[in-house]
């Protein structure tokens, strides 16, 4: 009989903390467009330099709480759906329903298509961009927060009973395959991967983002 394979856990290695900002108070969704980390703060989107720390932009979009890029544009949840921003010129070009209608929470994009984390519901959407029709549903076992595809590898946050992991799952079943504890009393909302060994979390009301090295 084949024996199962554990799954890998290890603690989370932060290896910065950006901000607070002034007048910052709140950190949802998180992106990386190759150059700035974006962050969803509620009533605008902004970016921030990953080497100086520094913000260099802010788009006025309601951004409640995951944020996405496609190589393009930025895909943003607001209430019950989901805009998707030029980030050149800070305008919605189009939007689309959630599939959660509000209760969604983290926002990645794979190869053409949208993730979304349902929060309560402890559920991953796969949708349709132009149409927000859901293609598929994977479920977890604890509440989702930030969602990120890495190289093939489909990763999203956690959190509950006042801690936060970083999640490897297989994106047919939703099996856990790696879990990264991240320290006692340290949240994560947003998540997204750089492609070079770091994943950016949102900090929730911390108004910090935090980079961690990804294993």
């Known amino acids: 009989m084949a024996r199962m394979k554990k799954t890998k856990t290890r603690q989370a290695e932060i290896l910065r903390?950006?901000?607070?900002?002034?007048?910052?108070?709140?950190v949802h969704g998180v992106t990386f467009d190759g150059a700035h980390v974006w962050f969803a703060r509620g009533e605008t989107i902004v970016a921030i330099d990953p080497v100086g720390g520094g913000l260099v932009r802010e788009l006025r979009v309601a951004a409640e709480a995951g944020t996405a890029f496609d190589g393009t544009y930025l895909w943003q949840l607001a209430g019950d759906r989901i805009q998707k921003v030029d980030p050149r010129s800070g305008q919605i070009v189009a939007t689309i329903p959630a599939p959660a209608r509000g209760r969604d929470s983290g926002l990645t994009w794979a190869e053409g298509t949208l993730?979304?984390?349902?929060y309560r519901a402890r559920k991953i959407h796969q949708i349709d961009p132009e149409t927000g029709a859901v293609l598929r549903t994977i479920e977890s076992d604890r509440f989702v927060t930030g969602v990120s595809w890495?190289?093939?590898?489909?990763?999203?946050?956690t959190?509950?009973?006042?801690?936060?992991e970083l999640?490897?799952?297989?994106?047919?079943?939703?099996?856990?395959?790696?879990?990264?504890?991240?320290?006692?009393?340290?949240?994560?909302?947003g998540l997204e991967a750089d492609g070079a060994g770091v994943f950016y979390?949102?900090?929730?009301?911390?108004g910090k983002v935090r980079a961690v090295r990804k294993p």
């Open 167 to 189: 999640r490897r799952v297989d994106p047919e079943t939703g099996k856990v395959l790696e879990r990264l504890e991240m320290p006692a009393g340290v949240v994560v909302s």
């Open 17 to 26: 903390e950006y901000g607070p900002y002034p007048g910052i108070d709140q």
């Open 201 to 206: 979390c949102g900090g929730s009301t911390s």
């Open 150 to 157: 890495v190289k093939g590898e489909l990763w999203h946050g």
């Open 115 to 118: 993730w979304v984390g349902e």
């Open 159 to 164: 959190m509950e009973n006042e801690r936060s």
